[in-house]
Structure formats: C-alpha cells, structure tokens
C-alpha cells in the first residue's frame, strides 16, 4: 500500500551539470504527472503520461527537460545543463485513468542549482 | 497569466472557529475543482473536490461552495483544529485538456491557534 515515492529528497547541483529526477507512482495507476513548483507559488503543470506514452508535453519549461516512462510504471525527469531558475520542488503524482480521479502526490524533490 | 487565484497569501483563525479560504478563477473551461493540502517537505494531500454540475461538496469538516457566475470558490473547516495548520491549494481542471491536468492557485497558509 506504498504511496507515490521519489528520489532523491534533496539534489544540490551546479550550473551546467545534468540531474535525473526519478518516480515511483502507485501500482496501478495508469496516469502520471511531473509537476513544479517554485517556491511561495503552485505547483505548476509539467508533463503527462498515460503508461509509457506521453501525451501532454506542454508544460516544459525548455527542451533541457526531458521526461520518460518506458515501461509504463516508473518515470525519470531529466534537466540537461541546469540553470539557476530550474532550482524548485519538482512533484510526480499518479491517479487511476479517470480524469477525476484523485492525484496522488509524492513527497518532491528539491533541486538547487547553484 | 494566472487562471486560479488565491488572493489570500495567509489566514489565522482560532481554534474550534471556521476557516474560509477563497479561490477565484479566469477560464470558463474548468469544470472539476479541487483542494488540497500541504504540510512543509511533503506533497500535496487531496481534500476535497467539487465538479460544476454542483455548488456545494461537504466532507465531515469540509465544504467546497462553488459560485461558477462568480467563477468563484471557497473552502469552509467547521470547526477548525490545530492539525489544519498548512498550505492550503485550489487546483481547477477543464475537460478540454483531456488529461485532466490540474491548474494550482499560489496557495493560502493556515494558523489555526490553540
């Protein structure tokens, strides 16, 4: 009965160096979300898979990131060449396919770029 | 620009009183609304939500009052606890996004005082 996990927690890197973002969502759940969130603000709209396709891209910020999900459970986030600005909580969340179905939210996690 | 505004950075109300946190929005298109909440270093947790069929939701404590006219909506706690003390998010999705991909208003901090 294991929640939407992430990892790392926390992820220190320095301008230009390349992170990937990893997420387990909940067994089962066919839709999964990244989302992100600076700090003081919302969590804002990042991508969407439904399994391993990605169906809504429109939220990336630049072509530096890059999602995957290739087997339709975990997914990977990756900054290329991070910047300053890329420094916030970076949230996945999964739900059952029904689009009113409930999201659920892993813990985060925070990226400094310094 | 912002489609889902919480006008309220901040609300402090006293314990066992009620708790009304506000939400307004620009896109006529949101059809399901949601709330959730945050303690600090965890992801959002879903509290309630409302589709616009509605204009009221009640869950225990919980009331999400729906004005669509107003494209407007609010939380109600009766009675507030110092266990709701947190960040408090109005999300809103539309049913033209397909992926039910959920727009976040800045958020609103409650103290709820013993």
């Known amino acids: 009965g294991a929640g939407v996990s992430q990892s790392p927690r926390y992820k220190v890197a320095k301008r ?4 990937a ?5 909940i067994s089962g759940h066919v839709s999964l979300f990244w989302y992100q969130q600076a700090l003081g603000q919302g969590p804002e709209f990042l991508t969407y898979f439904q399994n391993e396709a990605q ?3 429109s939220g990336l910020p630049s ?7 290739p087997e339709g459970s975990v997914s990977t986030l990756k900054i290329q060449r991070t910047q300053q600005e890329d420094s916030a909580v970076y949230l996945c969340a999964s739900s059952l396919l029904d689009r009113e179905e409930t999201q659920y939210f892993g813990p985060g996690t925070r990226l400094l770029v310094l | 620009d912002q489609q889902v505004k919480q006008n309220s950075p901040s609300l402090s109300v006293q314990e066992g009183r009620i708790s009304i946190l506000n939400c307004d929005y620009t896109n006529s298109m949101f059809d399901y609304f949601l709330w959730y909440k ?11 939500s409302i589709s616009s069929i509605k204009d009221k939701n009640e869950d225990g404590r ?4 729906l004005n669509k006219s107003a494209k407007h909506l ?3 706690i009766v009675p507030s606890q110092p266990g709701d003390s947190a960040v408090y998010f109005c999300a809103a999705s539309a049913d033209s996004s397909n992926t039910g991909k959920l727009i976040f208003g800045q958020g609103t901090t409650l103290q709820v005082k013993p």
Do not use: N, W
């Not at chain 1, 072509?63 to 999900?69: K, L, Q, V």
């Open chain 1, 63 to 69: 072509d530096r990131f890059f999602a995957e999900r």
């Open chain 1, 55 to 57: 169906l809504d891209k």
């Open chain 1, 16 to 19: 230009g160096q390349d992170v």
């Open chain 2, 62 to 65: 919980f009331t999400v009052f």
């Open chain 1, 21 to 25: 973002l990893r997420c387990d969502p």
């Open chain 2, 38 to 48: 945050k303690y600090p270093a965890e992801g959002p947790t879903f509290l309630i």
């Open chain 2, 74 to 76: 609010s939380l109600h």
